[in-house]
């Protein structure tokens, strides 16, 4: 019924333009996609698929085939284009076996790939899709690449090089793992900022939250699609995990752990929300982790799904802030007014769904059923659902914005949540940073698809 809300209502007053504004009911452009259009038919698509809205799926089907048009003159984000477009159009082919996705998905993928012409082969941030020139952000540190950025393309490219049988998309990826690889980590920590023209890391800054996230959650992944053959991935994921232990993680007075940032030696104790992913990511990477540690990586994922339930409890609307912290007195909450908001984020409720499906414990249904009733009590409106600006305030005030990846990413979690296991089953499926879902790689898939030619 939510999807229906939110889908209902981006078809009645945005039909065909990235998002939707819920409250001024009309269209959301969001300088990220460029002029490219329908991001959220995109991203939406496997959702629709997966809840069996047949009639939705095949007007969204209808609208890639005739409207989703590259061909434009604008810069877009590499990474957003990438988990949003690339993975949406990847999973609606991988679930339907519909043609068109897979042309779609291999013809934006090659239009991606003048990005990596740099001298290091590391990415630019933006890219005019037309011209081919790209850059990065003015403000990131020095010119540089950002880590989450450019380190979260290789599921997607992976998978291109898998369906159109050219190569050219996994050898860009795997190249900057060689990359990465010859770089001297701090602390055995990766920096968010990698210059791509010098190949030397920008401020010593780390972060398992915005900048950095992602990136750790695709080399667990990159293993875990390989059918568990990437020993590449698999060890920079589990390196890495370890350094964030020693360094990132430490436990409040009131015994919450969390995740903090690290600035050139300095740790700033404060969690965003985009961190919460990674109690789902702990969890999900248990299974292998070396030397018997596989109860403590779960027990990883369930003390940072607590820590992230908690910075929900412990606001008036009982959704979590953008940014809360350990300091000053305060525990779990967010003290500055520019960290207060909640934009419809996923992170949160994706690790309760992993940690469900892992432990069968039942306090992650009763979690993620009270986050259904703070977003029908707040976040739902007239013309679809809204992020809020103070979750501290008992007043709602709407920021006017559904997210695509609402649509993507929470309302899928939630309905995995809420499902069976055998619903999209982690033996077979990886979920893309956008909760857009690929298959397992399997070790004689590559010869099935040779015969197929």
């Not at 082919?93 to 990596?116: M, N, T």
């Not at 430490?250 to 300095?266: F, H, M, N, P």
């Not at 369930?302 to 525990?331: N, Q, W």
């Amino acid at each position: 019924q939510m999807m229906k809300h939110a889908w209902d209502n981006y078809k009645r007053y945005a039909w065909g333009l990235n998002e939707l504004k819920p409250i001024s009911k009309q269209g959301h452009s969001s300088n990220l996609f460029g002029n490219i259009q329908g991001a959220t038919i995109v991203d939406a698509l496997d959702t629709l698929y997966i809840m069996e809205m047949k009639e939705e799926f095949k007007e969204a089907k209808e609208w890639v085939e005739k409207n989703l048009d590259f061909n434009v003159n604008a810069e877009i984000s590499v990474f957003e284009v990438n988990i949003r477009f690339v993975g949406g159009l990847l999973s609606a082919y991988y679930l339907s076996g519909e043609e068109v996705f897979r042309k779609k998905a291999v013809e934006l993928g090659e239009k991606l790939l003048p990005a990596f012409n740099t001298p290091t082969g590391i990415p630019w941030a933006l890219l005019n899709i037309k011209s081919g020139i790209g850059r990065n952000w003015p403000w990131a540190s020095g010119g540089s690449s950002i880590l989450a950025e450019f380190g979260t393309l290789h599921l997607e490219f992976v998978h291109l090089s898998h369906l159109s049988g050219n190569p050219v998309f996994a050898e860009k990826v795997m190249n900057i793992r060689k990359v990465l690889n010859r770089l001297d980590k701090p602390e055995g920590l990766y920096p968010n900022y990698l210059n791509p023209s010098s190949g030397q890391w920008g401020q010593h800054h780390v972060s398992i939250g915005g900048l950095g996230d992602s990136f750790y959650e695709y080399l667990l992944k990159a293993w875990l699609m390989s059918d568990k053959t990437d020993e590449e991935g698999k060890k920079m994921y589990y390196d890495a995990v370890q350094a964030i232990e020693t360094h990132l993680i430490r436990k409040s007075s009131g015994g919450l752990t969390y995740i903090a940032e690290w600035k050139g030696g300095l740790l700033e104790h404060k969690m965003g929300h985009l961190t919460c992913f990674a109690g789902g990511m702990f969890g999900l990477g248990a299974d292998g982790a070396p030397n018997d540690k596989t109860g403590h990586h779960i027990e990883l994922g369930a003390e940072i799904a607590r820590t992230c339930h908690e910075s929900y409890d412990r606001t008036s609307m009982k959704l979590g802030p953008e940014a809360f912290r350990f300091d000053g007195g305060v525990e779990a909450i967010a003290t500055r007014q520019n960290e207060k908001y909640y934009i419809l984020r996923p992170e949160v409720i994706e690790t309760y769904m992993y940690m469900w499906r892992l432990t069968h414990d039942p306090k992650y249904r009763e979690w993620g059923w009270e986050a259904v009733e703070a977003l029908e009590k707040h976040c739902r409106v007239d013309g679809g659902y809204s992020g809020i600006r103070d979750v501290y305030n008992n007043h709602e005030s709407h920021d006017d914005v559904q997210q695509s990846f609402f649509l993507s990413e929470t309302l899928k979690y939630l309905y995995l949540l809420f499902s069976e296991d055998d619903l999209l089953p982690f033996e077979h499926w990886v979920f893309n940073t956008e909760a857009h879902p690929l298959p397992v790689l399997h070790k004689d898939d590559g010869n099935k698809e040779e015969n197929q030619k």
